[in-house]
Every structure is written in C-alpha cells, then in structure tokens.
C-alpha cells in the first residue's frame, strides 16, 4: 500500500544494509557487485537528503517546524520521514548530520507522554499522529538507531514507547490473532494482522537492541512466532498469509516476506522458525532471480 517513490528508495537502503544480516544468504543475488551496491546505496542517500523539508528554528535554535520528508501518496509525513532516517543510519549519515538532527527534533514533537505507577507501565507512551502500530513502529527503529544509551531522558521515551508498543499486542488467548497487532491501539479478540505485525515487531526489536533488552528472551517475540505460525498455516508449504485462514490468501506474497523478516527479528529465522523460513525462501527466490 505505501508504495510511493520516497519509500522505494528507502526499501532499497533498508534491504540492502539490514536483510543481508537477517535471513540466509540464498535470497541474494550473486552477480551484484559490492561496488555496484555501494553505488546505489550512494545516490540513495544523497536523493534522500535533498528532499527534506528544510527546519524552522528560533532565535534561540529551538524547533519550530519543518525537517521532515514528505509523503505524497499516504499522507504520513510522520512515519515516511522515521524510515527516512533509519535508512540513512543504517547506512553512511552520521548521528550528527544536521539533517539527521533536524528530522530527529521533529519526530520527538508526536511523543504522547506515559503514565507509570511505581515504575510499572500503565499506559500511554508511543510516537505516532495516525496509525499507531506502523507509526509508533516506524519511530522506534529510528530513535534506536539514533539514541545514546547514556542519554537518561531520551533513553525513558524509548523505554515507554516500547512498553506502549507491548501492550498493544493480541493477547486474547485462543484467538487466531494471538500475537498479532492492528492499527491502532490495542489488538483484542480476532484483530490483528501481519501487515501491521511487522512494523510493531520491527519496532521492538530495534528498542530492545537499544535498551539492552534480549529480544528473543521476551514474551512478545514468543508469542509472535505463534501467530506467524498460524499465517503459515495455508496449506502451501513456504506461504504466509495476512491472517490465519485469510480468504484471499496469496501464495509467497509480500506477507511471506513479513514473515522471514518477523522471525529474524525474533531470533528464529535459524531456530524454532527455521523450517517455516526455508520453506518460504524456497518458494519466493525463484521470483527473485
């Protein structure tokens, strides 16, 4: 769905940097030569940073608009410009590039502030204006990319927009959608799916490697794994669906790719999740190739 021009040029940087670490070497092809992918990753991120809105600041240099990334297709100009500048962190943009800096004061203005009673989550928290899942997901990657550990006060928005991110899994036990996430608050009952999942897992990860927290060690990566297993469930060896039974169920669809990527995240991609990840590959690469 978000397909425009921006976010392919943001796909590009994101898979090349990041799914060679986290899925088997197979899927790659092998007559792309480093010097060509340095290239492309190259005038990525110089297209990238050309296209940001330029900050607005004070007399005191304190942010008053501007330094995000447009998007012209679904009007997100919040999450476009979160993978923005996880994409350019990834890759040779420096944390103390202005631009990065710029985009980094934006997005801290969509914190929604969190409510902690004796140091136990109660709610609230998250990085989002519209579809918290995808958004508050897009925010995590970035601001975990970006952040110093030692930094106290950014390090606690982090730690509550995971902890937000958590409690808006599926845990309506017996649910298809167990595990899963929707688009915006809390999944309950049959809600939830993997186009959503995605994000809200991707964001997990990339805070827990950033706060210190072993991401395979956690109940949200279990109980991820179990409703990625359920999409599997389709009765086409190396197929993930949307949801468990979904009706129009596409075999080795953009899903399926969800699907390898949440169990990379997991840590399961070479575990418990192995055998539905070959299977997948098996089935996708020939489309790649």
């Known amino acids: 769905m978000r397909s425009k021009f921006c976010f392919r040029i943001i796909g590009v940087l994101l898979v090349l940097s990041m799914l060679v670490m986290a899925v088997p070497s197979i899927l790659l092809a092998a007559d792309v030569t480093p010097a060509e992918t340095t290239a492309m990753m190259q005038a990525a991120e110089t297209w990238l940073l050309s296209k940001q809105v330029p900050v607005v600041r004070d007399g005191s240099g304190n942010y008053v608009s501007g330094g995000y990334w447009v998007d012209n297709e679904q009007s997100d100009n919040f999450a476009s410009t979160c993978f ?140 991820v794994n179990a409703f990625v297993a359920k999409c599997a469930s389709q009765g086409v060896a190396g197929s993930i669906s949307y949801q468990p039974s979904y009706s129009n169920f596409s075999p080795g669809g953009s899903m399926t790719a969800a699907g390898i990527w949440i169990l990379a995240l997991t840590g399961t991609a070479t575990g418990s999740g192995s055998t539905i990840v070959n299977d997948a590959i098996s089935l996708v690469r020939p489309q790649l190739l």
């Not at 914190?111 to 925010?139: D, Q, W």
């Not at 995605?198 to 072993?214: D, E, P, R, S, T």
Request: charged letters at 15%; a negative charge.
């Open 84 to 223: 923005v500048v996880a994409a350019l962190l990834e890759n040779s943009v420096p944390k103390t590039n202005q631009k990065i800096i710029d985009a980094i004061d934006y997005i801290m203005t969509k914190n929604h502030a969190a409510t902690y009673n004796a140091g136990v989550y109660v709610s609230g928290g998250g990085f989002y204006e519209g579809y918290t899942t995808y958004e508050n997901g897009a925010a995590l990657v970035a601001l975990s990319l970006y952040g110093d550990p030692a930094n106290a006060a950014f390090k606690a928005k982090v730690q509550a927009a995971y902890d937000y991110m958590k409690a808006n899994q599926n845990d309506t036990v017996g649910s298809d959608a167990f595990g899963g996430f929707t688009y915006n608050g809390k999944a309950t009952g049959s809600t939830g799916d993997l186009s959503n999942t995605q994000f809200g897992i991707m964001g997990l990860a990339y805070a827990a490697k950033y706060l210190g927290i072993n991401a395979a060690t956690q109940t949200w990566a279990a109980n």
